[in-house]
């Protein structure tokens, strides 16, 4: 069963930082490229960033400068580092991962995990 964990949500002040956390298992042969959504109620899920198996990003503009994404591929792991973080970064954060197995390549999310910002 294939599944993506995440990790790492939670309250935070503004101007604060979080590291969100998302492990792959299963019978994964390949992972290509991993990434972060954030979805707030009555709008539609958005870009965070995403990275590719050789380390090469992608940043949501109104996150760049900010947010840092990074992989682990020995771990199947992809993280988010938050940093100066905003009220209107509040909402649930997805994890998303396209990857490869025997019967071919599929997509999959995460559970999401939330994270509020708030004082």
């Excluded at 958005?46 to 990074?70: H, P, Q």
Aim: net charge neutral.
């Amino acid at each position: 069963q294939v599944q993506l964990v995440e990790s790492g949500g939670g309250l935070v002040q503004p101007g604060g930082s979080l590291r969100l956390s998302c492990a792959a298992s299963g019978s994964i042969l390949h992972i290509h490229t991993m990434g972060w959504y954030r979805q707030t109620p009555g709008k539609q899920r958005e870009l965070v960033a995403t990275i590719d198996y050789s380390g090469n990003t992608n940043y949501g503009d109104s996150v760049k400068g900010r947010f840092t994404i990074s992989r682990d591929n020995t771990k199947s792991t992809v993280y988010l580092e938050m940093n100066s973080l905003k009220p209107e970064d509040t909402a649930v954060y997805y994890c998303n991962a396209a990857m490869e197995f025997l019967s071919g390549r599929f997509n999959y999310w995460g559970q999401g995990t939330q994270v509020t910002v708030s004082s």
